[in-house]
T-cell receptor
Framework: GESVGLHLPTLSVQEGDNSIINCAYS??????FIWYKQESGKGPQFIID?????DKRQGQRVTVLLNKTVKHLSLQIAATQPGDSAVYFC??????????????FGRGTQLTVWP | KAGVTQTPRYLIKTRGQQVTLSCSPI?????VSWYQQTPGQGLQFLFE???????NKGNFPGRFSGRQFSNSRSEMNVSTLELGDSALYLC?????????????FGSGTRLTVV
């Protein structure tokens, strides 16, 4: 994506450990962020989202943290399982005037979970 | 509730041909956007439609076009195919054009140009 990037292209964790995937964005006016999981041969699957008026949001085994001061987004996966192995993308939306409805994607992080 | 349906799942075309891909959004969703995914460029925005109108267009040549029908179903067309058009084409639907909700993707159409 043009303004959304990921700090690490790959992440390997042991089953049962917690995983943290990071994402940086550059547009301070972005107002909505989404994390997607993509498995091989499939489309991106929605995991969790967060609006800019929030700092943290929790789902089932996942937590998204938003730090607007440093324009940083992270996805935390608790008790990582082999089924969590996939590419994870962050996406941002909003604050770009005429580009309403358009998502800007990071390049993705490949998460590998080993037993 | 049925998800986003993209057809066909796989396509093989020859250079110079044209192709039409189809996307049926989630029932009740009126916004459809298209993305191209390649290993080198990642996910790139093609265009977005809402109420049969193109609202946004990404940085792709005019060979890439699309439309949306009154039932919100959308098609995209690529004419004069080039080898570099080989990619996974993804469609996403959302309730409205500027919704801060959802954006559900289909499984994509894998296009191979030979």
């Amino acid at each position: 994506g043009e303004s959304v990037g990921l700090h690490l292209p790959t992440l390997s964790v042991q089953e049962g450990d917690n995983s943290i995937i990071n994402c940086a964005y550059s547009n301070s006016a972005s107002d909505y962020f989404i994390w997607y999981k993509q498995e091989s041969g499939k489309g991106p699957q929605f995991i969790i989202d967060i609006r800019s008026n929030m700092d943290k949001r929790q789902g089932q085994r996942v937590t998204v943290l938003l730090n607007k001061t440093v324009k940083h987004l992270s996805l935390q996966i608790a008790a990582t399982q082999p089924g969590d192995s996939a590419v994870y993308f962050c996406a941002e939306k909003g604050g770009r005037g005429s580009t309403l409805g358009r998502l800007y994607f990071g390049r993705g992080t490949q998460l590998t979970v080993w037993p | 509730k049925a998800g986003v349906t993209q057809t066909p799942r796989y396509l093989i075309k020859t250079r110079g041909q044209q192709v039409t891909l189809s996307c049926s959004p989630i029932s009740g969703h009126r916004s459809v956007s298209w993305y191209q995914q390649t290993p080198g460029q990642g996910l790139q925005f093609l265009f977005e439609y809402f109420s049969e109108t193109q609202r946004n267009k990404g940085n792709f040549p005019g060979r890439f076009s699309g439309r949306q029908f009154s039932n919100s179903r959308s098609e995209m067309n690529v004419s004069t195919l080039e080898l570099g058009d080989s990619a996974l084409y993804l469609c996403a639907s959302s309730p409205t054009a500027d919704s801060n909700y959802g954006y559900t993707f289909g499984s994509g159409t894998r296009l191979t140009v030979v």
